[in-house]
C-alpha cells in the first residue's frame, strides 16, 4: 500500500530518497525508540521527545495527564510527528557533499486524545512492547489510579512521508578525479549495554531474559 | 550563568529533572548530531531533522537554499529546535513507573537567516565541525556557487529548557517490596562502527585519523 501524497506529505528537497511505501513507513517507526511530537502552543511551535508504539496505522503516545502538550489533545490540534534515525556520516571529497545517512518518517495528523478503556489499555500495552518488550507480562500492571494518571494520544498514519538517505559520498566528478580527499561512510552503530540492577532489588535477582537477552534491533 | 525562565522554557511536567545552567543546554547540544526543527508552515506544524553546530549562545542550521523551512526562515518565523539523546530504557517492577533516561535540549527563538558572507563561513565551519570534525580542513572547501545553493539559518540559545533524566527505577514503596520485577536501566550505547571507504577511491586510498579515529563523545 501506498503513502499518500498530500500537499505537505509531498517531499520535494531530495525526492529521490522518499520512500512511498507503508511498509518503509512501519519499518522506520518500528525501529525508532523515541518520537518528536510537535504542534503549536499558545502561538508558538513546540517540538517535544515522547515514547510511542504502533498499532497498525495508528501511533499512540502517553504521558502524564498533566502534560499540557497531550492535554492539549482534546481539542484534536494538528501534530507533526517525526522519527528519526542517524545511520553513519558521510565524508565526502567537497565539504558540500558531506552528508548524513538516516531514516526518517514525518507523520501529519490530528491528534486524537484515547478514552475508551480497552483502547487505552491496548495502547499502553503497544507502547510498551515498544519501549521495553516483554515487560507487559514481567511487571505489574497499571492499576485505576495509575490510568487516571495516564493521558494516551492516538495519531493517525494515513498522511506520512519516508526519506531515507544511504550509501557513499556523492561528489563532482572533478572532485572524485583529483582525489585530494577522502570519501566514504563512518557507521554510527547503536546497541544495548550491560543491564544496571536497581540497588533497592533483593541480593541475587537475576536479570530477566526480556532485558539480558535484548538485542538493538533498529 | 543560569538559562531563562520565560512561560515556554518553564519545564512543569517532572521539573526535578530541569537543568538550569547554560553549560548544561551547550553539553546537550554538543552531543547531540542532529537536531529536530519545528516551525508552522501553511497553518500546520512541522518538524524535520536538520544537521547543526553551536557557536556560542548561537545554533546555525544549513540546508538547500530550495528547502521550504529555510526559505521561510527570511520571514523571521518563531521556531522550536530540540535536541535529544536516549540514554537507556528504565525498567521499573510497574509498568507506570517504566521510563527512559535521556538528554533533551529546547529551543525556542525566531529564525533569523544569515547573509553576511563572514558569518555564513563561519556558520558552515562550525555545522561541519559538529558532523564531521577535522574535514574543514580536510575536504575541499565551498566554491562561490555551492555558497549560493546554501541557506544558513541561526537560532539564538537565550530562551531554552534542559531536562535530564537518569539513574534507576523509582518505583512505590508497596512494588519494591513485593519484589515480584526486575528493576534497573538497559543503557543504550552509541559507537561508530569501522569506516566504509567510497568504491570510486584510488586503490589503496587510506582512511584519514580524523575519521580513523574519531571516538563518540556524546
Given at each position: 500500500?501506498?503513502?499518500?501524497t ?6 520535494r ?5 522518499a ?11 518500528d ?5 518528536h ?13 515522547t ?9 499512540y ?8 502538550s ?13 522519527v ?24 501529519h ?6 478514552t475508551?478503556?480497552d483502547?487505552v489499555?491496548r ?24 490510568l487516571?494518571?495516564t493521558?494516551?494520544v492516538?495519531?493517525?498514519?494515513r ?10 559520498a556523492?561528489?563532482?566528478p572533478e572532485d572524485?578525479a583529483?582525489?585530494?580527499?577522502w ?10 549495554g550491560?543491564?544496571v540492577p ?8 537475576e ?12
Open positions: 500500500m501506498n503513502l499518500s498530500t500537499e505537505r506529505s509531498t517531499i528537497r531530495g525526492a529521490h530518497r520512500r512511498t511505501d507503508r511498509a518503509d513507513l512501519h519499518a522506520v517507526l525501529a525508532g525508540l523515541v518520537c511530537l510537535g504542534m503549536q502552543v499558545d502561538g508558538s511551535p513546540r517540538v517535544l521527545p515514547a510511542y508504539g504502533r498499532d497498525g496505522d495508528t501511533l503516545l502517553h504521558g502524564s495527564t498533566g502534560a499540557r497531550l492535554r492539549a489533545a482534546d481539542e484534536r490540534p494538528e501534530v507533526c510527528v517525526t528519526t534515525l542517524v545511520d553513519g556520516i558521510v565524508y565526502a571529497r567537497s565539504l558540500f557533499h558531506h552528508s548524513v545517512n538516516y531514516r526518517s518518517a514525518v507523520v495528523s490530528r491528534a486524537r486524545r484515547v475508551d478503556p483502547e489499555w495502547a499502553l500495552r503497544v507502547i510498551t512492547e515498544h519501549l521495553a518488550p516483554g515487560s507487559w507480562e514481567h511487571a505489574r500492571q497499571p492499576d485505576r489510579k495509575e487516571a494518571a493521558a494516551v492516538a495519531v493517525d498514519l498522511e506520512a512521508s519516508v526519506k531515507v538517505r544511504e550509501g557513499g556523492n561528489d563532482d572524485v583529483a582525489a585530494t580527499a570519501a566514504g561512510v563512518l557507521p554510527l552503530r547503536r546497541s544495548w550491560e543491564p536497581n540497588p533497592d532489588l533483593p541480593p541475587g535477582t536479570v530477566p531474559s526480556h532485558v539480558r537477552e535484548r538485542r538493538w534491533t533498529g
